[in-house]
């Protein structure tokens, strides 16, 4: 396997090497890197949910009734009471008649676009999706058609020339989560209903952080009950794991019987769906973490500005992309903003096109004032 050691060093040599980590996040907005105390701008972890104190609660009641794995996929006996409960709730604030839960955000992608396309249709695939919808769209034996990054022009005429027979599917990230720019969802629905296709959308960056409910993008735009497929996760503003898919109760029940990375996939840990469950109740009844949240990134958005350091144009929420082009600047300022005690995350390709590398700042709910002048500071000081 001499191969693998050659890959690797041209890997190193291009800046592309990848490293393990030991992370240990914290509560309040900290971290330990390696055993480093850091403030950590590199998670998802948007509302500041995973260390609360009532979904910390309720996941080690979860834990004390049910054990710590569920012990088998969904369809033998892995799904419990909590796993129930979570896909209600999640169907009611989703405001769809059903919901189903996927032991990932990714198993939850690949799954759904499996269970909806075959040989014969055609899927229609945004080029900066997120990996999973990709590799879900690739994976799923239909015909594959990409299309430059919200270029409707492109995906119109892609729909006009392609044969009637066989379904449509386009598939589409409704926050794209290293540019942090939406998705014209609307138009996107225009072209669904033109060419009579399914549009799939990923709220994974998107659910608890945008609308007036914490819907997500769909909800922002007023296209909730334009979109036949809602996909979301429970990883990011709800601070836990897994992803699910709301819509009708016809669709959930033929995902139940089709999705193979739920039918083979041994079920979420109960106390993770008890915790997620109280997080996604924390969502609708504290609107302010979210709207704090989106002030806060408005507001690092203007001090970067002001210090001469331009976010990515037409990011919004709290991914504030800051490009830099080479992989090697990338991990050189991310290095010297953990030596001033920042955690920030270089993103590389093949994560990002190549001449894109970047530094992907992410707010959550957690962090103050001080934390944004701080970060600014240290950032102005290496650029």
């Known amino acids: 396997m001499d191969w693998i050691i050659d890959k690797l060093r041209q890997q190193q040599q291009a800046g592309l090497l990848r490293r393990q980590r030991s992370v240990t996040a914290l509560p309040g907005g ?47 006996s892995g799904r419990s009471p909590c796993h129930a409960e979570l896909e209600q709730q999640l169907a009611r604030f989703e405001q769809q008649p059903a919901a189903v839960l996927f032991p990932s955000g990714y198993a939850a992608n690949l799954g759904v676009i499996a269970s909806l396309a075959e040989a014969g249709d055609t899927v229609y695939c945004d080029r900066w999706n997120h990996a999973s919808l990709v590799d879900g769209c690739r994976l799923c034996g239909a015909r594959l058609r990409v299309f430059r990054h919200t270029d409707l022009d492109t995906l119109h005429r892609e729909l006009r020339k392609t044969s009637s027979t066989g379904r449509r599917l386009i598939v589409i990230d409704s926050v794209f989560s290293m540019d942090a720019d939406f998705a014209p969802l609307p138009e996107l629905c225009d072209l669904a209903e033109r060419y009579d296709a399914l549009l799939i959308v990923d709220e994974a960056h998107g659910t608890g952080v945008f609308g007036a409910a914490g819907r997500g993008v769909a909800e922002l735009q007023q296209v909730e009950h334009r979109i036949a497929v809602r996909i979301g996760t429970l990883s990011k503003a709800l601070g836990a ?82 490009v830099v082009r080479s992989p090697e600047r990338a991990v050189a300022l991310a290095g010297a903003l953990e030596l001033r005690g920042y955690f920030v995350a270089a993103i590389r390709p093949p994560t990002v096109p190549q001449g894109t590398s970047r530094l992907r700042i992410t707010l959550t709910a957690a962090h103050t004032p001080e934390d944004f002048a701080g970060l600014v500071n240290a950032l102005a000081e290496v650029w």
């Open 30 to 76: 900290g971290c330990l890197v390696d055993g480093r105390s850091l403030r950590n701008f590199a998670s998802n972890d948007y509302l500041d949910l995973a260390h609360d104190p009532r979904v910390l609660a309720a996941a080690q009641q979860a834990l004390a009734a049910h054990g710590l794995g569920s012990g088998a996929s969904p369809l033998v």
């Open 241 to 322: 794991l897994g992803g699910f898919v709301s819509g009708s109760a016809e669709l959930i029940q033929w995902i139940w019987n089709r999705a193979r990375t739920q039918m083979f996939s041994t079920a979420l840990p109960p106390a993770v769906c008890a915790g997620a469950t109280a997080a996604l109740r924390i969502v609708e009844s504290e609107p302010h973490r979210r709207q704090n949240l989106l002030r806060s990134a408005d507001h690092l958005r203007e001090r970067l500005q002001a210090a001469g350091i331009a976010p990515l144009p037409g990011s919004q929420g709290p991914i504030v992309p800051v």
